[in-house]
């Protein structure tokens, strides 16, 4: 397939998961089992075996351009393909130019900064790619499902409001706008799994001895609050999706398809930045023959 033609496609196959205006969102509207018009697995695997290499290419030229950056922020409840997918993204692109970061529970030095202190060291440099596995938005979700980890966060009594919520929005909708203004493109992924399908996974890890190290008590905790979490997944895309930094709800329950798409809105997104190698001017490639022509003529 054509360059311009796999493009339009992951441009197409990524399109119908977008949100980029939360107020109309509603989790129940996005099916975790949807694979779009994409046949089957075959099908899917035959498309990102078509265009192996797009990525890489074009993460060559953000590195080279050295102006942008892109921020990849990956949230899901447990076992939604999460691993899957960040080693997917790093397996079409060169390491060097590729960086993933790990948000756990906040050690004590972290909780004595505000939020977005750890986050913010960790924003990808221009030129380069960064992987959030999971992020900020850990504060208005595992925060608000369990308030006792607020209270963890040793902010002054007269800022735990009400409205601590909505300002945790208008916050990290700030931010992104500031980062955006500063030239680093983000993404925001949600990989939607279904219920069944998480019990399923969970049942492998427990069944299969090589994904029992995978398995952990506090993913099974914390599927007793997948309702609270639904709620909360789906007020934190109506309030934090917008035009600069859109949320993709990604169908999760089948890993394939996550992958798939998730790949083709970076391959799109990369593309609309209309990358370039950057042009030389006219002296320093007077200089790059001369240097070439001395090593032409080298004796030995
Ligand atoms: P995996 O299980 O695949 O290794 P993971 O992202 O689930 O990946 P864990 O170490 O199992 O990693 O879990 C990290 C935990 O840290 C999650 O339960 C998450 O909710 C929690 N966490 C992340 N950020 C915060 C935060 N700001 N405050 C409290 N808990 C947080
Ligand atoms: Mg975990």
Known sequence: MKYRKQIRESARLAEPYCV?????????DYDPRDTGDVKNKEQGLKIIENRAGLLSNLQEKLYAQDRWALL????????????????????????????????????????????????HRCVPERGKIGIFNRSYYEEV????????????????????????????YEDINAFEHYLTRNGVVTRK?????????????????????????????ADV???????????AYEEMIQNTATKHAPWYVIPADNKWYTQLIVA??????????????????KEKKKELEGVRDSLLHEKD
């Open 20 to 28: 980029s205006k939360g107020e109309k969102f509603r989790l129940k």
């Open 72 to 119: 990849l922020v990956i949230q899901a409840m447990d076992a939604a393909g999460k691993d899957g997918v960040i080693k997917h993204v790093m397996s079409g692109v060169n390491p060097q130019g590729c960086e993933v970061h790990a948000f756990k529970t906040p050690s004590a030095e972290e909780l004595n900064h505000d939020y977005l202190w750890r986050a």
């Open 141 to 168: 979700l595992v925060v608000r499902v369990h308030p006792t980890l607020l209270q963890a966060q040793k902010l002054p009594d007269p800022l735990i409001t009400k409205h601590i919520w909505e300002r945790r």
């Open 189 to 217: 992924f949600f990989l939607h799994v279904s219920k069944k399908e998480q019990k399923k996974r969970f049942l492998e890890r427990l069944e299969d001895s090589k994904k029992n190290w995978k398995f952990s008590m």
């Open 221 to 231: 905790k914390e599927r007793a609050y997948w309702k609270d979490y639904q709620e």
């Open 264 to 281: 083709s809105t970076i391959i799109s997104t990369l593309e609309d930045l209309d990358l370039s190698f950057p042009d030389l001017d």
